[in-house]
Structure formats: structure tokens, C-alpha cells
């Protein structure tokens, strides 16, 4: 890789979060970071859009080839926002995590982590999102940073095909080594927890539990992880299930 | 079909809209049917989850086999907390809308209405999404109803395979006809407009332009609806691009 490259990075547990300072930490050695990650955690927004409210924009940091901006909206609207308003051209990268908690299996639709990714992917950036599996603030990112060093840099070499991105995720501790996977089968159960306000109305927290609906296989995110092997799954931003398009062609439509 | 139907709806312009009530006089040609939809316009809410705060859910009507909430979380909020609080079983269909405006093409990914649908997905019921590309509160949703009609029964007569949801667009005017169809290549291309604010801070709304990304095809939703016919698009909640596996396990990870 010749000269330095251009990297952008958001997030979705918002600028002061430890893991997107630890994936800074790593991005700045391929080239120059600019960073544009909610002001606040925006955890869940998946691909979320912000479309009823003005957004704000403000810099925080700028020096040594890192540029860091705050942003009221979305993961998506940081992306958005940085093609349109801070980069004169795309960059090499589009990163985004380091999130703190999995990534894997079906959270890929909820996690704005993954919405910054698949929003650089639509972009026709290199796209990927890390993960580890650990949601406190305080969590030790430095044990899965070779494996994020060298993601990137591969990345950076093979590049990725128009439409595709990577989701990544680590396990908790040293991880034992790195799988290509599939996004695992499963699902959230919720169990939302009914609460009385002081005003003896209801409210609800979401709660729940995940649901693994694979069994017996061994090439899934979730099959890695419960190995103690960091994930990669190729993710498509084209949804469509194209092997089925001939049997809807048969319905009496 | 013999015996009644259980339809679970939701959307993403909130329990008041128009296209919302048109949609639920359809579905209880075919049974019973449960709305959980939000509490006021929740577009580009993709499928986010609220965990920041806790979520309402209200009564706001019940007759004739059809039951309405409102719910101040997104539409992914409304589907789930319909299967945890409100369903003793699974419903026979999931569907979402009508959307005042369309949900083609790279859309999906923002949609709250497809939001909901993907989420009905998750859960494993035939889930199908309408809209309309026309963003008028007082659209004129008439002239696609037989569509709609028609969709819904050979939806529950035929099913859907588990992981794969419809995603269902109509043009303005009288369709033409349908056509299954593939998620047209394409972006939006933000151009935030920027202001200034009483304070003198600056301040931006999201706008841009959908830029086509195809050329020359005729098997595209943008191409479909483009002819005057509704679209139907598969669509997938494994996101996993398995053709790129082999390739990845190629690099030197």
C-alpha cells in the first residue's frame, strides 16, 4: 500500500465511547482518520435515518491526521453527513465499533455499528464493523486488536466487491484465532418488563433473550464466538432473495 | 383458508395515517386484526430498537375484530411488544403500511415500515410491506387495493419460506400490473441543507436525490414501478453474502 490512505469512522455507543478511541488508536496507522460518531450512545438505530429533526454537527479534536466530530443524529446520518459535508473525496475506508457487545447473528439488522458499515457500503467504500462481545464501558479491547489491525489491512489490500461489507465480532478474552462465517440463525425473544410510572401508568423496558435456532453446525458467526474465534460474516446490502424470484412468478398475482 | 385469519399490523407513519386505515379495511376482509403502530411519524426508522428509553402502549380502539394501539417506540418496537404483551399466538401474517411513499430499491434499508416487516420476518410469519410513491398525507391508496387484496391471499394460501419477507411498491396512478422483481441498484445522494439557527449555530436537515444505478435493465423494482406496475421484491433477512465465504477464507487472516 503506497501514501496514506483516508479512513472514516463512526460508531454507535456515541464520540467518548473507549472502543471507537481504541479503533482510532489502530486506523491511524494506515493513514488519516476522521471520525464523525453520535454525540450521545445510539445503540439499536440500525439503519435509522434522522428525517423529523435538524441535526448539529460540532468538531471536537484535530491533530496529528485525526479529526473527530460530534453529531446529534443516527450512525447512518453521521456517514451520510461526512460524505456530504467534510470529505472532498470517498475515503479508502469506512470503519466503524469498535462496538461494545455483539454484533453477531440477527443484531447485524439492529446494530448501528452495522448501519455505519452497510451505510459506507452503500457508498461503494470498503466497509467493516467490529465488535466485542463485552458491554461494559471499561471493556479490554487490546486483546482483538491484531486481528483488527490485520482485517484492515487485508481490506485495504483485496478490497471488497461493490455491495458487500464485513461484520465483525470478537469474543471475550484472547481470542484462539479468526473464521470466515455465515450470520448465524436465531432471534431476540422479548420479555419486556411492565413497569407503573408515579402516575400509576404503565411503561415498558425491552428486555429479552437470544434464541439460537441452529443446531449442530459449525459455520456460523455464533459457532466462532462460543469457540473463542473472531467472526467474519460478508454482509450484502442487496437484499433480495433472488432464488425465489421464479416462485412468486408462479403465484396468481 | 378456512377459519379466520390473525393479522398483526404496524407502519412507520404513524396509527393515524391514511394509508395505515386503508390497509386494515383489507386485511379484515381476512380476519382478525391486531395494530400496534406509533404514536406519531416514525419514517427512516429502519429496524431500530428503542433501549434508551422505556416505551408506551395505548389502547385507542376495538370493534369488529379490529384492535388498535398506539406505541410511542419504533415500528421494530411495535411488532415486538405486540408478540410479548398483546398476541397469545403467533399471527398468520404480518403487514406493514400502506407507506405514504416509496420503499424501492436501497430504500428498504431505512424504511420503518419494512422496519416492521423484517422484524414479522424474524419472527417467522409471512410478513409483507405496501407502499405507495406518493408522499401526500391524503394519497389516494384506491387504486391499489386489489393488489393489495390479491397479495395478502395467495400470500396465506401459498406462505412464504422462513427468512424471506415481500417487499411491495405501487406507482401513482392505476397500476398496470405486477412484476417480481429485484431491489434496483441505486443511493441516495445527501445534500444536507445547512442553517443557521436564532443563536447563530449551525443547523441540518437531511435532503438529497435518488441516484439509478442500473442501466439498461428490466428486472429491477425503479424499472417496474417506473412502467406503471407494482413491484414485488423478495427479501432476505440472512444477510450473508455466501458466495464471498470461499473467497475470504482465501485472504491472509
Not at 479503533?23 to 445510539?42: Q, S, T, W, Y
Not at 439499536?44 to 479529526?67: D, F, H, W, Y
Not at 410510572?197 to 453446525?217: L, S
Request: overall charge negative.
Amino acid at each position: 500500500m503506497k501514501g496514506r490512505k483516508k479512513i472514516l469512522i463512526s460508531n454507535d455507543d456515541g464520540v467518548k465511547a473507549k472502543g471507537l478511541a481504541s479503533l482510532i488508536e489502530v486506523a491511524k496507522e494506515f493513514g488519516d482518520v476522521l471520525v464523525v460518531a453520535p454525540h450521545m450512545p445510539r445503540s439499536g438505530m440500525s439503519t435509522a435515518i434522522t428525517v423529523e429533526l435538524p441535526i448539529r454537527l460540532k468538531q471536537v479534536e484535530k491533530n496529528n491526521g485525526v479529526e473527530i466530530y460530534s453529531c446529534t443524529g443516527t450512525p447512518v446520518d453521521c456517514i451520510k453527513i461526512a460524505f456530504d459535508q467534510l470529505l472532498d473525496t470517498s475515503p479508502d475506508l469506512v470503519l466503524a465499533g469498535i462496538n461494545h457487545g455483539a454484533n453477531s447473528s440477527i443484531s447485524v439488522h439492529y446494530s448501528g455499528t452495522m448501519g455505519a458499515v452497510i451505510e459506507g457500503c452503500i457508498h461503494e467504500v470498503p466497509s467493516i464493523g467490529f465488535s466485542l462481545c463485552d458491554y461494559r464501558p471499561d471493556a479490554d479491547f487490546s486483546l482483538m486488536m491484531p486481528f483488527v489491525r490485520n482485517l484492515i489491512h487485508e481490506t485495504l489490500r483485496n478490497g471488497l466487491p461493490t455491495g458487500t461489507c464485513l461484520n465483525v465480532n470478537a469474543p471475550e478474552g484472547k481470542p484462539k484465532g479468526i473464521m470466515v462465517c455465515r450470520q448465524g440463525h436465531g432471534r431476540w425473544v422479548e420479555e419486556f418488563d411492565a413497569r407503573k410510572d408515579p402516575h400509576n401508568r404503565n411503561y415498558y423496558w425491552i428486555t429479552g433473550y437470544y434464541k439460537n435456532m441452529d443446531n449442530g453446525v459449525d459455520d456460523t458467526d455464533n459457532h466462532a464466538l462460543a469457540g473463542g474465534l473472531v467472526s467474519v460474516v460478508p454482509i450484502n446490502i442487496d437484499l433480495t432473495n433472488h432464488s425465489l424470484i421464479d416462485t412468486l412468478k408462479n403465484w396468481e398475482l
